[in-house]
Every structure is written in structure tokens, then in C-alpha cells.
T-cell receptor, first 115, second 113 residues
Framework: NAGVTQTPKFQVLKTGQSMTLQCAQD?????MSWYRQDPGMGLRLIHY???????DQGEVPNGYNVSRSTTEDFPLRLLSAAPSQTSVYFC??????????????FGQGTRLTVV | AQSVTQPDIHITVSEGASLELRCNYS??????LFWYVQSPGQGLQLLLK??????LVQGIKGFEAEFKRSQSSFNLRKPSVHWSDAAEYFC???????????FGAGTRLTVKP
């Protein structure tokens, strides 16, 4: 199993450019989410999805869009990149039920620099 | 407000010494509790989790954590640290009724030879 796959691993953007961070999982998980990691702040939830066609905002959604057309894929779009979006981005997926199987699986991250 | 606090930003221990990393949370009801580890340049790996039952939870790599409801704490422990344990450790909390997960700021562990 590949688990959660994120692409690209590294990206440099100029201010105002747009791009899409890709995330795919092969575990048939209903729940997927995007986090950004900044020094001293842990991981903060950007957007999440509880299933295909359903998305919602997390703690820090401004400047980001998401969609969920399939169970497997959950891309994150930056419409007009800003230096404040320089961060490491993690995608995660999990079984949507609650109980012993509750656990988030993380991708390896995308390091984004906006200049 | 719901929050997760890891009071120690950076801890240094000698190899072979014991370790305790602190985590406190503020939630209305007992949430699900997790500890994750992140090695440099890597993603997050689950060490252990608590959702109900025995308050002492065993995890991978010799780690354990104890849930204390009265203190709203979920501290991570290891009796003897190895050099390979140097990493950043995150406590995370998920409400019992949904999948949202909130993370503490992390504790960076340095292991001295």
C-alpha cells in the first residue's frame, strides 16, 4: 500500500502565482484533510472533507480552495500565492467512524516557498 | 476554547535517561488523544492513541502514555531514550464525535550521547 501520497515534495512560487498541491490515498478512507505546519505552531487544519462532494473549512482556510470529486483525491489549490503561505503542507486521511480504528495517516509533506 | 498545550518547546536528555513529554488539553468531553512523532523532513507517524478503557496506553518504539482525566493530561513517557528518538513530538486531540484533529505546538527532543 502506498498510503497517502503528496506531490510535489518541494515547490517555489512567485507571489501571485497559483498552484495545486496533490494528495491521493489508496486506503478507501472517507475523511481527508489538509494541514499547514509552521515553526512553533504545530499543525493547523486548513480544509477537510468527510466524503466525495463534501468539504468544509478548518482553522485557517483563507487563501485556499479544495474539492473532492473522488474518494481517493483531495487537491489543495492556492489561487494567488502570498509569502504568508510559505509553509510545509501535510495531507492526511482517516476512517470516518469513531473508535479503535480512529487514526490519521499522513503524507510526507510538501515544502512550499513563496517569494 | 478548545486547545492543546505542550508546555515544553525543547527538551534535551542523555541517552539512556527517562523521558516525559507533557500534553494538556481543554475540551468539553473526553476526546480521543494521540501522540505523533516527526523525524526531520518526514511526515508524522502515530506512536499511540487513547479512545477509551485502560488509561495507560502502550505504543510503538517503547513509548507509553497515561491519560489523567482529572488533570486533562496525556503525557508521553519512555523509560530509556535512544539516540534514534531525537525528533519532534506532537500531541493531538480529536473530539469524540467528529474527525477534526487539533495539534499542540510540538516538543523537539534532543538526545545527548
Amino acid at each position: 500500500n502506498a498510503g497517502v501520497t503528496q506531490t510535489p515534495k518541494f515547490q517555489v512560487l512567485k507571489t501571485g502565482q497559483s498552484m495545486t498541491l496533490q494528495c491521493a490515498q489508496d486506503m478507501n478512507h472517507e475523511y481527508m484533510s489538509w494541514y499547514r505546519q509552521d515553526p512553533g505552531m504545530g499543525l493547523r487544519l486548513i480544509h477537510y472533507s468527510v466524503g466525495a462532494g463534501i468539504t468544509d473549512q478548518g482553522e485557517v482556510p483563507n487563501g485556499y480552495n479544495v474539492s473532492r470529486s473522488t474518494t481517493e483525491d483531495f487537491p489543495l489549490r492556492l489561487l494567488s500565492a502570498a509569502p504568508s503561505q510559505t509553509s510545509v503542507y501535510f495531507c492526511a486521511s482517516s476512517y470516518s467512524g469513531r473508535g479503535p480504528r480512529t487514526e490519521a495517516f499522513f503524507g510526507q509533506g510538501t515544502r512550499l516557498t513563496v517569494v | 476554547a478548545q486547545s492543546v498545550t505542550q508546555p515544553d518547546i525543547h527538551i534535551t536528555v542523555s541517552e539512556g535517561a527517562s523521558l516525559e513529554l507533557r500534553c494538556n488539553y481543554s475540551y468539553g468531553a473526553t476526546p480521543y488523544l494521540f501522540w505523533y512523532v516527526q523525524s526531520p523532513g518526514q511526515g508524522l507517524q502515530l506512536l499511540l492513541k487513547y479512545f477509551s478503557g485502560d488509561t495507560l496506553v502502550q505504543g510503538i518504539k517503547g513509548f507509553e502514555a497515561e491519560f489523567k482525566r482529572s488533570q486533562s493530561s496525556f503525557n508521553l513517557r519512555k523509560p530509556s531514550v535512544h539516540w534514534s528518538d531525537a525528533a519532534e513530538y506532537f500531541c493531538a486531540v480529536s473530539p469524540y464525535n467528529n474527525n477534526d484533529m487539533r495539534f499542540g505546538a510540538g516538543t523537539r527532543l534532543t538526545v545527548k550521547p
